[in-house]
Nanobody
């Protein structure tokens, strides 16, 4: 079993920054990718950013140039640095990990961007 624990969500003013962290633990044998999704009230969950094994990184168009995803392979941890935050970034952010054909999700961390 794999557990994902997220942290770093908070209330921040527009233009501010936050850094989310997600630590994976448990029976991790081979990680295919780690990434972040988000879900705003009344909307579907959407991909924010993902790091694929081999180093390929993909971002949603809405966050390109503002968010940066990174990964510490030794600690099975993925980070999301979010800069120039906008009210439309308000959502619950979920960590996602894929390993050996299975997907795992964290419990989510709330990010609220408001003045």
């Amino acid at each position: 079993q794999v557990q994902l624990v997220e942290s770093g969500g908070d209330l921040v003013q527009p233009g501010g920054s936050l850094r989310l962290s997600c630590a994976a633990s448990g029976s991790i044998s081979r990680i295919n990718y780690m990434g972040w999704y988000r879900q705003a009230p009344g909307k579907q969950r959407e991909l924010v950013a993902v790091i694929i094994n081999g180093g390929t990184i993909n971002y949603a168009d809405s966050v390109k140039g503002r968010f940066t995803i990174s990964r510490d392979n030794a600690k099975n941890t993925v980070f999301l640095q979010m800069n120039s935050l906008k009210p439309e970034d308000t959502a619950v952010y979920y960590c996602n990990l894929a390993s050996r054909g299975r997907q795992y999700w964290g419990q989510g961390t709330q990010v609220t961007v408001s003045s």
